[in-house]
């Protein structure tokens, strides 16, 4: 356990891998939206985990309505809610 700002703190931290789901193993970013979701942007996409498992999403240079480049390095979240990469 870690102490942080003069007090010792219970927190749990838990460390998720390819193994356990991600894209990729090195994150560039990652934001918690309004709705609980943590986003994670990688060298292979962007990863949302729900507190149980991630779910990926990936350029697609088919699809005009997916990411335009695999690599997201920024994630933001405006005050509409919108996500932002």
Do not use: H
Request: glycine share 8%; with cysteine.
């Amino acid at each position: 356990m870690i102490p942080f700002s003069g007090y010792t703190s219970n927190k749990v931290f838990e460390y998720f891998f390819i193994e356990q789901g991600l894209s990729q193993n090195s994150i560039y970013c990652m934001l918690k939206d309004k709705k609980g979701f943590l986003w994670f942007g990688t060298d292979e996409g962007l990863n949302r985990f729900d507190g149980y498992s991630f779910k990926k999403f990936y350029a697609d240079p088919e699809n005009e309505k997916t990411l335009s480049d695999s690599m997201v390095q920024a994630i933001y979240e405006d005050v509409n809610n919108n996500l932002w990469i």
